[in-house]
C-alpha cells in the first residue's frame, strides 16, 4: 500500500498525459492501440498540438488506489446485497460470506459470478477493472443508469455498513480487501524477453518505459511524414523580402509575416500594373501628359457626379417636402379661416382667396400713390376707392376689416410658408443637373472600364428624372420614389481619375534614368509577392509542418526514460528485500514451483526494476517457453500471497478463479494453501470448478477451518441468487441422499397426478444420482476418503477405519446394478417401466441405512485398531511373530 501511495504523490508531479498512462496501467497493465492513441494525442496537446476529437487526460486520482489503512485495523466482508443494474443479477438478493475461515461460492459459466467479481474489484479498487458493469440488456431504457450495492463488512469486528454507486469513490475500508482473478495474473510476468517478478505497483514503472517507447516511435513516424520539401518555392528566393522570407521559413516564422508579403492590396495590384506599363513604354513622358489629360476630364465627371448626386440626394427631398408640407398645411389653416370671414360677411365667393389676396395687397400698393396723404386702409368714407374709384362711404370699414383678416396669424404663417419654400425651390428647379459627359470621355472611360462608363450613363439619366419627380411632388404632394437612393459612380470615377494619374506619375518617374532603377526594384519586390500570394497556402501549409515538426521534437524530450528509471530504482531500493526474495521462494515451493528461485539484482534499464526472478536452468531460456501456464499460474498466487503476508494487512482477501488452467496435483496445492491462509484471515474463492470446491472442503477440513459453502443459480428473477445447497456433484454422501429425499418428494407429486413422461424423466435422473450417491459412499464412508478420485495422494493413515465385509460387496454391487438398469439411455428409448415413488424411496433409504451402518462399525473399527495397536500385549505379539 506504501508504494502505492509513493506512486500517487510521483504521479502528481507528472505532465497530465503521463498521470493518464499511469492511472490506465494500474487500471489494466496492457494498453490497446487505442489506449496509445489517447495518449499520444494528449501527449501532444500539452505540446500545442490541438486534438480533432477533443480528449482530455484523466489523471492519476487517490479514489483509483487502495486507501492507506492502518494494518492493525481488521476488516471482513461479511455480505453484499441489494444489487441493481449489475448484469442480469437478481435484484434486492444478499450474498453471505462467513466472517473467518474459508467462504467458498459455486456458479457455473453465467451463474452471476463474474458480475459479483466486477463489482468487488471496482469497490474494493482492486488493480484490474477493465471489464464494465453492465445493466441487464433486457431493461427498458428509462431503467438502466449506474450499478448500484451494499456492502456489510466488518471493521475490527464492528459491523458497518457502505452504500456503493458504480462510478463514485468506492468506500475507503473496503479498499483492504485484496482481490486476484486470472487478469490479475500477468501482473506478476513480464511478457518481454525476461520473466521478472515485480511487486504490485513497482511493475507501473516498466509499463511505462515500455509507452515512452511506444509513444517515441509513433513520434518519429509522424515527424518523418511532416517532412517539407522546399525547393517548390525556390523561384521565389532571392534579395527581395520574399525571397529572405522563403530562405530562412522555420517554425519561428509567423503566418502573419507571410500574409504581410502574401496578401496585396488593389493599390499595390495597381502600382504593379502601372509600373509594369510604365517600364515597357517607349515613349513615357508623352504618355504621361495624355494620362493627366484623360484624368482631369474624368475628375470632372467625377464633381459632377458628387454635386449633382447631392442636388438631388435623400437631404434635398426631405428639406423640400418638410417645406412643402409646412405651407400646404399653413394655407389649409388660412383657407379655413377665409372661408370663416366669408360666411360672417356675407362676401363674395372667394374672398380670402388667393386671387382676393393679390387684389387688395394691389389696392394696397395704389393707395400710396392715389392717397398720399391717407395711410391704408383708414382712408374715410368720403374717399374714392384705389380700386373703383367710387365714394368708399361704408366701404371704408370694410376696408379696416379686411386689413385686420389679412393681419390674421394664419394668413400670415401662410405667407411666410409659401416664401420659404419658394426660396428653396425657385433656385433647385433651375438648376441643371446634367453631368456633361461628352462622348469623348464616354469612349475613355468606357475603354478602362466599361461597366463604370455604363452606369455613369444610367446615373446622368437618373439625375434627370430624379429632378422632374421632386418638382411634380412639390405641386402634387405625392413624394413616393423620390428618395429612393441612387448607386452614384463619383468615387469610382475618382479612383479611375486617381488611377491615370497614378500612373501617369509613374510614366513620368520612368523618364528618369535613376528613378526608373528604383521603380524597376519596386516592381521587382511587387511581383515576387504576387507569386507569393499564387502559392501562399502552399507556404502556409509548408510552415505548419514545421511548426508541427517543432512540437513533436519538443514532445520527444518529454517521452524520455530517464526520471522513470531513477524513481522505480528508488523505490525498488525500498520494498526489495531478503524478507521478500523468501516469501516467494517460500510460496513458490508450497505451490509446486519451487525450482524457482527468486535472485536479486542490482539493474536499472529504461524503467525496469532492480530484481529479476531467475530460473535455475543452465539454458538461458525464455521462462514463457518452460513453464506451463499452470506453473505461471501457480507463480502468480504465489506472489500475490507473499505481497499480502508482507504487507501486514490481515484483511480479508478474495479470489475469482484461481485455478484456472492449473492440473489436479496443483489444485490440490492452491486448495491447501488457501486453507492455511483461511486459518490466518478471512478467504473468500470464486470458482466454477466442482472439483477444485471438493478438494478445498477436503483441505479446510484437514486444517480444522470453518468453510461455508454457497452455490449461484438463476430462478425467474434473474441470475446470481445464493443457495446455501450445492449442487449434487459438490455434496458428500448424506447431503446427497438428503437431495434424493427432496427429488422423491417431487417425483411422488408427479405420479399422484398422472404426469407419466416427467415422472419417468425424474425417476431416471434420481437413478443417475443415486449412483453416483453410492460412488461417492464408497469413496467417502466405506474407503473413509482414503482413496479420492482426481487425488494422487493415499492416505493410507485413514486405513485404521476401513472394514470391508462381504455383505458391504453384495449392498454396493446390488444398489449400483439397479441404479444402472435405470440410469441410461436405454430405459428411456426402450420403454423400461420404472419403479413407483416407494419402490424409488426404499432404494434411497437403503443407501442410507447402510451408511449409518457403516459409520457407526468404522468409529468402532478404529477404536479397537488403535486401541490394540497401542497395549504392550500387541506390540509384544507383533514382534514375536
Known amino acids: 500500500m506504501l508504494l502505492l501511495q509513493e506512486l500517487l504523490t510521483w504521479a502528481k508531479g507528472l505532465p497530465a498525459w503521463q498521470s493518464d498512462a499511469v492511472a490506465r496501467l494500474l487500471a489494466k497493465q496492457t494498453l490497446t492501440s487505442e489506449d496509445l492513441n489517447d495518449l499520444y494525442a494528449l501527449l501532444k496537446i500539452e505540446h500545442g498540438i490541438p486534438d480533432p476529437q477533443g480528449r482530455t487526460p484523466n489523471k492519476l486520482s487517490a479514489d483509483q488506489l487502495p486507501a492507506p489503512i492502518k494494518t492493525s485495523v481488521h476488516v471482513e466482508l461479511r455480505a453484499i446485497q441489494n444489487m441493481q443494474r449489475v448484469n442480469a443479477i437478481a435484484e434486492n438478493h444478499r450474498l453471505s460470506f462467513g466472517a473467518t475461515g474459508l467462504t467458498v461460492i459455486y456458479g457455473d459459466n453465467g451463474s452471476g459470478k463474474s458480475g459479483y467479481s466486477r463489482v468487488l474489484k471496482r469497490a474494493c479498487r482492486a488493480r484490474d477493472q477493465a471489464e464494465p458493469i453492465l445493466p441487464n440488456a433486457n431493461l427498458a431504457t428509462g431503467a438502466t443508469g449506474n450499478a448500484e450495492a451494499d456492502f456489510e463488512i466488518a471493521i475490527d469486528g464492528k459491523l458497518e455498513s457502505f452504500h456503493w454507486i458504480n462510478g463514485t469513490t468506492a468506500p ?44 517515441k516511435a509513433m513520434i518519429e513516424s509522424e515527424h518523418a511524414q511532416s517532412s517539407v520539401d522546399l525547393t517548390a518555392f525556390a523561384h521565389l528566393r532571392g534579395e527581395t523580402p520574399v525571397g529572405k522570407l522563403i530562405a530562412g521559413l522555420s517554425a519561428k516564422t509567423t503566418i502573419a509575416q507571410i500574409d504581410a508579403l502574401g496578401i496585396l492590396t488593389p493599390s499595390e495590384l495597381a502600382e504593379h500594373g502601372a509600373l509594369d506599363k510604365g517600364l515597357k513604354e517607349n515613349n513615357p513622358k508623352e504618355k504621361a501628359n495624355q494620362l493627366r489629360l484623360r484624368a482631369r476630364r474624368v475628375a470632372t465627371i467625377a464633381d459632377n457626379a458628387a454635386t449633382k448626386g447631392a442636388s438631388v440626394d435623400e437631404a434635398v427631398v426631405t428639406s423640400l417636402r418638410k417645406l412643402a408640407d409646412d405651407y400646404r398645411t399653413a394655407q389649409a389653416a388660412a383657407a379655413l379661416a377665409a372661408k370663416q370671414f366669408n360666411e360672417q360677411e356675407k362676401l363674395l365667393p372667394g374672398t380670402g382667396g388667393e386671387g382676393w389676396r393679390e387684389l387688395f395687397e394691389a389696392a394696397r400698393k395704389f393707395a400710396f400713390e392715389s392717397h398720399p396723404d391717407k395711410t391704408f386702409p383708414e382712408l374715410g368714407s368720403d374717399s374714392p376707392c384705389p380700386l373703383c374709384q367710387q365714394p368708399l362711404s361704408d366701404g371704408a370699414t370694410r376696408l379696416v376689416r379686411f386689413e385686420a383678416f389679412i393681419n390674421q396669424e394664419a394668413e400670415k404663417n401662410a405667407q411666410t410658408r409659401r416664401a420659404s419654400l419658394w426660396a428653396v425651390y425657385k433656385p433647385f428647379a433651375a438648376q441643371n443637373v446634367n453631368l456633361s459627359l461628352d462622348d469623348v470621355t464616354y469612349g475613355e472611360i468606357e475603354s478602362i472600364d466599361k461597366q463604370l462608363a455604363t452606369d455613369t450613363r444610367v446615373f446622368e439619366k437618373l439625375l434627370a428624372t430624379r429632378h422632374e419627380s421632386i418638382k411634380a411632388a412639390v405641386v402634387s404632394h405625392d413624394w413616393t420614389g423620390t428618395d429612393a437612393e441612387l448607386d452614384n459612380p463619383a468615387s469610382r470615377l ?85 524478507e521478500l526474495a523468501d516469501a516467494l521462494n517460500q510460496e513458490f515451493k508450497q505451490l509446486g514451483v519451487g525450482t524457482l528461485r527468486v535472485s536479486l539484482q542490482s539493474r536499472s534499464d529504461r524503467g525496469k526494476a532492480l530484481h529479476k526472478l531467475k530460473l535455475e536452468l543452465p539454458q538461458s531460456r525464455s521462462p514463457g517457453d518452460i513453464l506451463s501456464e499452470g506453473e505461471q499460474r501457480a507463480v502468480a498466487i504465489g506472489s500475490f500471497l507473499a505481497e499480502v503476508g508482507l504487507s501486514g494487512n490481515k484483511s480479508g482477501i478474495v479470489f475469482d478463479d484461481p485455478v484456472s488452467s492449473l492440473d489436479h496435483r496443483r489444485r490440490e496445492l492452491v486448495a491447501r494453501r488457501l486453507a492455511a491462509e483461511s486459518g490466518k484471515r478471512q478467504v473468500i474463492v470464486f470458482t466454477h470448478d466442482i472439483y477444485f470446491l471438493g478438494v478445498l ?102 486405513l485404521v477405519e476401513v472394514s470391508v465385509e462381504d455383505s458391504d460387496y453384495a449392498q454396493v454391487d446390488a444398489g449400483m446394478t439397479k441404479c444402472s438398469n435405470y440410469a441410461h439411455d436405454k430405459a428411456m428409448i426402450a420403454g423400461v417401466a420404472v419403479p413407483e415413488p416407494d419402490e424409488l424411496l426404499a432404494d434411497i433409504e437403503a443407501l442410507e441405512t447402510w451408511r449409518t451402518t457403516i459409520e457407526l462399525r468404522s468409529k468402532d473399527t478404529a477404536k479397537k485398531r488403535k486401541t490394540g495397536i497401542s497395549s504392550p500385549a500387541t506390540i509384544l505379539a507383533a514382534k514375536a511373530q
Open 172 to 215: 475507503a475500508e473496503l479498499s483492504s480487501l485484496s482481490i486476484f482473478d486470472s487478469r490479475c495474473a500477468r501482473a506478476y510476468l513480464d511478457s518481454e524477453d525476461d520473466f521478472s517478478y515485480v511487486p504490485y505497483g513497482l511493475d507501473v514503472f516498466e509499463s511505462l518505459a515500455k509507452v515512452c517507447k511506444q509513444l
Open 494 to 578: 475618382k479612383a479611375l481619375a486617381d488611377k491615370l494619374n497614378a500612373e501617369a506619375e509613374t510614366l513620368e518617374k520612368v523618364s528618369d534614368e535613376k528613378a526608373r532603377a528604383l521603380l524597376q526594384t519596386k516592381f521587382d519586390e511587387l511581383d515576387v509577392r504576387i507569386k507569393l500570394s499564387q502559392v501562399k497556402g502552399a507556404v502556409v501549409t509548408a510552415l505548419e509542418r514545421l511548426i508541427h515538426q517543432a512540437k513533436l521534437t519538443r514532445c520527444l524530450s518529454s517521452v524520455k526514460t530517464n526520471a522513470i528509471s531513477l524513481k522505480a530504482s528508488e523505490l525498488a531500493e525500498r520494498v526489495v528485500s531478503k
Open 697 to 798: 472442503a477436503d483441505e479446510a477440513d484437514s486444517a480444522s477451518v470453518p468453510i461455508m459453502t454457497q452455490c449461484l443459480i438463476r430462478r425467474s428473477e434473474g441470475f446470481g441468487i445464493a443457495d446455501p445447497e450445492l449442487p449434487f456433484e459438490g455434496k458428500n454422501a448424506s447431503a446427497r441422499i438428503g437431495a434424493l429425499r427432496n427429488q422423491h418428494q417431487a417425483i411422488a407429486k408427479l405420479f399422484k397426478i398422472g404426469d407419466e413422461q416427467e415422472y419417468r424423466r425424474l425417476t431416471v435422473d434420481a437413478y443417475f444420482r443415486l449412483r453416483m450417491a453410492w460412488e461417492r459412499a464408497v469413496e467417502e464412508v466405506l474407503l473413509r476418503k482414503v482413496i479420492m478420485r482426481f487425488r494422487k495422494g493415499v492416505e493410507t493413515q485413514r
